[in-house]
């Protein structure tokens, strides 16, 4: 029985969709499908051997493959846009057969989840709930997981009111979001803001650093709450560092400096004093007990001293999450936590 190249592909396919394999199809060009679906169509009954003979020929060209490149230039533009220069990558993202036959969404679809998760925060709802409907499935989940909560909520209530949306007008909104987000931003800084004025707060004294988050917090709540979650100082101690990793800490810590930062703390606030007694409590009972005696003995300690020594905790910290060596627990996790228990 003399078969065509397309016969036995429509015969693969067959034998692989009778296996339970899934397949993605919806990935070649359309008038590929087509002839998929033409050869398939015509398919009758096939003998057994003929059967064995096509699946040993497809088994032998697949163990043959060394390498499995794009196989086509918009393939290619793909595979190499986020390795090429920015300027040029966005003229071949441009050349791709589907943003010139109209449809931008291929553009959109290929970015990375960082910048899917920026459209998420920044674009309207509606918008957002028809982006994250053209994503596939497990991208989505993904993108939908990284995007705050309440946000996150109000997308996915949107895309019950997608329903009747025409088609030009989704094809509108992939253009736009190709446009806006297809091309790599030349940045001035490497971090974002809140990032930047979270590290220089950490560093400022206690009263310059609450007289600006007070003024941020009268002007941009938003972003006021998003620097103080940046932000490490010894208050965050307790609630954000594990107490396996209090000893590494304080072991590049000088002694003098832990016990006048001990002392200092537990004649503060209650924010302060709760670091105090988790570091105490994060360490073994003779050291704890050693630490208390000398802390009591410090006596008073001067403003400018307490601010020093339990700022070069909190920089020892801030190192070693920085480096990896430790994590912090993310305020995130402690406010959903706290609303838990609040709703309970």
């Not at 987000?181 to 979270?198: I, M």
């Not at 209090?246 to 004649?267: E, F, H, K, S």
């Not at 601010?307 to 910290?317: C, N």
Request: with cysteine.
């Amino acid at each position: 029985m003399s078969l065509t190249r397309r016969r036995k592909a429509a015969m693969v396919v067959h034998m692989l969709l009778e296996d339970g394999n899934t397949l993605s199809l919806g990935q070649l060009p359309e008038s590929l499908q087509l002839l998929l679906t033409d050869e398939l169509g015509a398919l009758r009954r096939v003998d057994k051997a003929t059967v064995s003979a096509v699946a040993e020929e497809f088994t032998a060209e697949l163990e043959a493959v060394g390498l499995t490149a794009p196989g086509t230039r918009d393939g290619a533009i793909t595979a190499l846009a986020d390795h090429l220069s920015p300027v040029l990558a966005s003229k071949l993202r441009n050349q791709l057969d589907s943003v010139r036959n109209g449809d931008h969404w291929p553009v959109v679809i290929d970015l990375s989840i960082a910048r899917l998760v920026k459209i998420m925060q920044s674009e309207s709802i509606e918008i957002c709930a028809v982006a994250l409907s053209k994503l596939p499935i497990t991208k989505a989940a993904e993108v939908l997981t990284k995007t705050p909560g309440e946000r996150a909520r109000r997308i996915t209530y949107a895309m019950s009111q997608t329903e009747n949306i025409s088609p030009d007008a989704v094809r509108r909104i992939g253009a736009a979001l190709a446009a806006d987000y297809g091309h790599p931003t030349d940045l001035a800084f490497e971090k974002a803001p809140v990032q930047r004025l979270g590290a220089i707060l950490n560093s400022t004294v206690t009263d310059t650093r609450e007289d600006v988050l007070e003024g941020l917090q009268s002007t941009d709540p938003d972003f006021a709450n998003n620097v103080r979650k940046a932000i490490f100082t010894f208050k965050d101690i307790a609630p954000r560092v594990k107490p396996t990793d209090i000893p590494n800490a304080i072991r590049n810590v000088d002694g003098d400096t832990l016990i006048t930062a001990i002392a200092a703390a537990r004649a503060g606030d209650e924010a302060l004093a709760n670091s105090a007694e988790f570091i105490l409590a994060s360490l073994s009972q003779r050291m704890a007990t050693q630490l208390r005696e000398d802390a009591e003995e410090r006596g008073r300690v001067k403003k400018d001293d307490a601010e020093k020594a339990m700022a070069a905790i909190t920089t020892v910290i801030r190192e070693m999450a920085d480096g990896g060596i430790i994590t912090l627990i993310d305020p995130d996790a402690i406010d959903d936590a706290e609303g838990g228990e609040k709703r309970e």
